[in-house]
């Protein structure tokens, strides 16, 4: 029981920075969509959590601070996934 519980610590200690980036975005996104249509969508925030993630992933993969994850990602989850995803296909040209 005490390497279990010493490993979860280990993970938590380890990734706090990907914990809390999940924990910020997914509670913007859902106090957002709570303030605009009176209930929170717990599918808004998940996508939020897992575009902050990837992006997270990525910029440990270019070698850049991984905290910039948590405001991007924030970011993301303040203007939503539609209207994100709706700018990124504007900037990449795809129709």
């Not at 914990?19 to 910020?24: C, D, G, L, Y």
């Not at 303040?78 to 129709?95: A, D, H, M, P, Q």
Request: glycine share 8%; with cysteine; charged share 15%.
């Amino acid at each position: 029981m005490q390497e279990n519980l010493n490993d979860f610590w280990k993970v938590i200690v380890e990734y706090w920075m990907l914990i809390w980036i999940i924990v910020a975005t997914s509670a913007t996104a859902m106090l957002r969509t709570a303030k605009e249509h009176g209930k929170a969508d717990y599918i808004e925030a998940s996508l939020c959590s897992l575009f902050s993630t990837s992006i997270w992933f990525m910029l440990d993969w270019l070698g850049l601070p991984s905290e910039v994850g948590i405001g991007i990602g924030v970011f993301i989850a303040y203007i939503g996934t539609l209207r994100f995803s709706n700018w990124v296909r504007n900037k990449l040209g795809i129709e």
